[in-house]
């Protein structure tokens, strides 16, 4: 991964632990506790990919397993963010530009679903069956909707952060039909825009030249 990337990445992932451990797992909600850390893989993963990521979300799976209170084993968190960071990122499109709200949320949809599956299934291999005792079908329900009320909050300001973080050529896309940027197009870099200008620059640099050659006037007699 690029140094941008990986500063970036380190900090909204510690960002987003303090906040868990600090703020969410305190709150006493009912079923599971909001899992902003996954978010945040969703989020870079939809703008890194796949590579970047299972990158990011091992990174912060085993940041999570280590940090206090953990009581599970080290790197079962880990695996199950990494294979939900590379699961997103195959999510990503091949444009690279986001047109509507609905992938991100379908995608928190199914990581909050599949990630809690992961942990559950995982705990049972290694013995831990704490998820039985509490209720499977109450700690996916309680996940997905904590997880789609804090989304939208959350995952487009982080995935604009990760888009003016580099110069991603991806996402020059095509502007959505009727002139609009659609709901996430205000995460297109600048540079597109930039793009645009000057190409309607040269055609007015062209019409110059040919008013020139033609005596100085334009169309319909009119000096430009």
Request: proline share 5%; with cysteine.
């Amino acid at each position: 991964m690029r140094l941008n990337r990986i500063l970036l990445s380190t900090a909204l992932v510690v960002i987003a632990l303090v906040l868990q451990i600090c703020v969410f797992a305190r709150l006493h909600l009912p079923g599971a506790v909001p899992d902003l850390l996954l978010l945040v893989v969703v989020a870079l993963g939809l703008v890194y990919g796949h590579s970047g990521g299972a990158l990011v979300g091992f990174g912060a799976g085993l940041l999570a397993d280590l940090a206090p209170p953990a009581d599970h084993a080290a790197g079962r968190y880990a695996l199950v963010l990494c294979l939900v960071g590379y699961a997103v990122g195959l999510a990503r499109p091949e444009t690279g530009r986001l047109r509507s709200a609905t992938l991100p949320m379908l995608v928190v949809l199914g990581a909050a679903i599949g990630s809690t599956l992961l942990y559950a299934g995982v705990g049972s291999l290694v013995g831990d069956t704490a998820a039985r005792h509490v209720g499977l079908t109450g700690l996916v329900f309680t996940a997905a909707l904590y997880d789609l009320l804090l989304a939208p909050f959350t995952v487009p300001l982080i995935m604009a952060l990760a888009r003016r973080g580099e110069s991603d050529p991806l996402a020059e896309g095509t502007p959505v039909a009727g002139g609009g940027d659609g709901p996430y197009g205000w995460l297109t870099s600048v540079s597109a825009r930039g793009g645009r200008g000057g190409r309607l620059g040269g055609r007015r640099g062209l019409l110059v030249k040919g008013a020139a050659r033609n005596g100085g006037w334009g169309k319909g007699g009119k000096r430009l």
